[in-house]
């Protein structure tokens, strides 16, 4: 097969992913879209706590750990992103390696992921809103309701008015979350005595097997770091700027943590039992110092994080439905982008009001939004670890598939597969029998009928899986350009615009 | 620096399809080395990866490491051209869509037309740019929406909304966006063979007559377009 012959079949007029805004969003909004999917803000008020409860005065050294542990994932992540473009996120990039079943498991894991972490952050968002204004939850119930629907409501209109406005939206409201995390801990830090307490950083009696346990709890803080990942076809520069967002998302986290746990720990270094023993560090802390405004600024901050991470995980949650949508793995319809808009508003029309109504059904049903987050938060974090560990596997299958392998590739997967497999056993066998068995058991047989099904009948739609923003002519060097093709799945809109030239 | 020239200039010898184990042998350069330049040429859009994600070929920005050689039209494509001019009061020139850039091959003598580099680089403002982004919908703009006048369109979704209009009608229109004043039409013209996009032929004036449906004169251009088809493709 000579050269010529090589490119002419299988470079295609048009990418598969046509339609939607294509290399338009500049690397800091790609980088807020995966801090936002992290929601840092969040982890840093909550996280710490739950970590010194295994890892007792060895706190830090864990959220060490996990830091060291979501970079390999994101190492893993950047083989896929500095090669292909994709808009499936984590799900399209497995398909690459591991072909379409372990695909179709990361998908499932991601769509779980995603769609439980969007109800997450809209109830928290709702719920600190609620605090925020002076409600107490357990007494507005029904404002909480409302303020779920109209947050939803919100997220919809500026997903699909465009992507450059939700990053543009995400990047300004993540930004304000930080800002305000950095003074509430700075505050503390500087009100304890700013000395370095360097009994946090040597810890003393406690073992090696707590310091692992307090990784598994410190690891929830990364989750949703790949948020990125999803927008390989609206990134200006995908090759450069994905792979760098998804690796100093899981730095910038590990650093806010780190300091957030350093704070706390430090704030609680002479009370008997530590951190471990606190509901709400933060609000002690601010009490024993005598802050009274600081817990404001603190809810202001995670409502603000929260709602975030609803924007940046629905983003993402379209885009996964969109690609299934165009390989016929899920409806056709799912996979239309807006003609104008250019993004893919069936997909997130159809997911919002999945993602309103689950907390509104828990609320209605007299689940306290606080108690409601708990199996969200957990469940998706199982989906989340189910995708990373897929992905980490398969990225030196798809290095040695390209003929690219390397030595360290295979390193970084072989140390990071088998800590997720433990934390992900660890996960399951800690975690009580609940929402994430549910939810497990209702996914996987449906994936498994509905891959067999069209194993059967769709042989094509299964070849599909994994359709990317490949190189299509336009990209190429060189002079003939294409005749135009209507793009798949486009739908004919009538003429809204005057036609140019004629508006003055 | 130097070995990523040299894997660029490999790419160009070996020919478009070339895979990272070939270029590393070809060159001998460590295979971490190659994979890592041939990564970063990638990211910088020198280089594209083929739909198989083995091969590579010459990405186009590759295209601005050269200036494009546009053959002048021919004698008889110049006749086409001059016999237009000979019909209508407007300024009528001719572009060349070679290397994907407006390149201005017959231009007017007696009518003022843009400065060849704003066409080039902005292709939003004028019409024979517009024709071409109609084309290619996808590609992303290396000037960026730059504002000239207060008509420029540099809102990228109405931007978009009107090339839709430009590839459905195949004329592109343009009335004051580069200069307040003057504004101008353009048709397409497409190879007889593979109805790919080869040249623009577009007619200046002054943008309120731009404005006017012009419907007889837009006719006499579509015609001189179909004219010069086998002459330019």
């Known amino acids: ?343 893919p508003h069936v997909a997130i029309a159809v997911a919002l009001p999945v993602l309103a109504a689950v907390p509104v059904v828990l609320i209605s049903l007299g689940v306290s939004p606080a108690r409601a987050l708990v199996p969200l938060l957990t469940t998706a974090a199982l989906g989340y670890l189910v995708a990373y560990l897929l992905v980490c596997l398969a990225a030196p299958v798809f290095l040695h598939r390209i003929g690219e392998l390397t030595v360290p590739s295979v390193a970084a997967t072989s140390v990071i597969v088998p800590v997720l497999l433990v934390v992900l056993v660890a996960f399951v066998s800690t975690a009580p029998v609940s929402v994430a068995a549910l939810v497990t058991g209702a996914v996987l047989p449906l994936i498994g009928a509905r891959y067999l099904w069209m194993r059967a009948r769709h042989p094509e739609r299964v070849a599909a899986i994994g359709l990317y923003d490949e190189t299509s002519t336009a990209d190429l060097l060189g002079p003939p350009l294409p005749p135009r093709h209507p793009p798949p799945g486009s739908e004919p809109s009538p003429r809204s615009e005057p036609p140019p030239g004629r508006e003055r | 620096m130097r070995n990523a020239l040299a894997v660029l200039a490999e790419v160009v010898a070996a020919g478009p399809g070339v895979t990272a184990k070939e270029i590393s042998t070809a060159l001998r350069l460590p295979r971490a080395t190659t994979y890592r330049l041939l990564n970063l040429l990638v990211a910088e859009e020198y280089l594209v990866r083929l739909p198989d994600l083995r091969g590579f070929a010459l990405g186009a920005r590759a295209g601005r490491l050269a200036v494009p050689i546009v053959p002048p039209p021919s004698t008889a494509a110049r006749a086409v051209v001059a016999h237009l001019r000979g019909r209508v009061r407007w300024g009528v020139h001719l572009a060349s869509y070679a290397g994907g850039q407006v390149t201005l091959v017959d231009r007017d003598p007696d009518h003022p037309s843009s400065q060849p580099h704003l066409l080039a680089r902005h292709p939003h403002v004028s019409a024979l740019g517009k024709l071409l982004l109609a084309e290619t919908p996808d590609r992303p703009l290396e000037g960026g929406l730059r504002r000239f006048t207060e008509h420029t369109v540099s809102d990228p979704a109405r931007l978009a909304a009107q090339l839709r209009e430009v590839a459905d009608s195949g004329l592109a229109r343009q009335c004051g966006e580069l200069h307040t004043e003057r504004g101008c039409l353009a048709v397409g013209v497409r190879s007889p063979t593979d109805g790919s996009l080869v040249a623009g032929l577009a007619l200046s004036g002054p943008a309120h007559r731009v404005a006017e449906p012009n419907t007889e004169l837009v006719d006499l251009l579509r015609t001189h377009a179909d004219r010069l088809a086998p002459l330019l493709a």
């Not at chain 1, 499932?108 to 605090?131: D, F, H, N, P, R």
């Not at chain 1, 919100?154 to 990047?171: K, M, N, P, Y």
């Not at chain 1, 600024?297 to 165009?326: E, I, K, Q």
């Open chain 1, 1 to 343: 097969m000579n050269y010529s012959t090589r490119i002419a079949d299988q470079v295609r007029g048009q990418s598969p992913m046509a339609g939607l805004d294509r290399r338009n969003l500049g690397p800091m909004q790609v980088f807020a879209q995966s801090v936002s999917g992290a929601a840092p803000a969040a982890a840093m008020a909550v996280v710490p706590a739950i970590v010194a409860a295994s890892a007792g005065a060895a706190t830090i050294w864990s959220v060490l750990i996990a830091t060291g542990l979501a970079l390999l994932v994101a190492g893993c992540i950047g083989r896929f992103t500095r090669r292909m473009a994709a808009a499936g996120s984590l799900y399209s990039l497995t398909a690459k390696g591991l072909g379409a079943g372990p695909a179709l498991l990361a998908g499932a894991g991601l769509l779980v992921g995603y769609s439980l972490l969007g109800m997450a952050s809209l109830t928290g968002a709702a719920m600190q809103i609620t605090a925020l204004i002076g409600l107490a939850p357990a007494t507005s119930p029904v404002v909480a309701a409302v303020l779920v629907v109209v947050l939803a409501g919100l997220v919809a209109a500026c997903t699909i008015r465009g992507v450059r406005l939700s990053a543009a939206v995400v990047l300004l409201v993540e930004a304000l979350s930080i800002t305000l995390m950095l003074v509430v801990f700075g505050v503390l830090l500087v009100s304890q005595g700013i000395g370095v307490d360097s009994r946090q950083l040597v810890p003393s009696g406690t073992g090696v097997g707590a310091v692992v346990a307090g990784v598994l709890p410190a690891l929830g803080a990364f989750i949703g770091f790949e948020a990125a990942a999803a927008m390989g076809v609206e990134a200006r520069r995908p090759f450069r700027t994905i792979p760098r967002a998804v690796g100093a998302t899981a730095a910038l986290t590990g650093v806010l943590v780190l300091f957030a746990a350093y704070t706390q720990a430090a704030g609680f270094a002479g009370v008997p039992g530590g951190l471990a023993g606190q509901q709400q560090p933060v609000r002690a802390l601010a009490a024993a110092e005598h802050l009274p405004w600081l817990p404001t600024l603190l809810d202001a901050g995670v409502a603000t994080s929260f709602l975030a991470c609803s924007v940046a995980t629905t983003t993402a949650l379209a885009r996964l439905l969109f690609s299934m949508g165009r390989e016929g793995v899920l409806p056709a319809r799912l996979g239309r982008a807006h003609r104008r808009f250019r993004t």
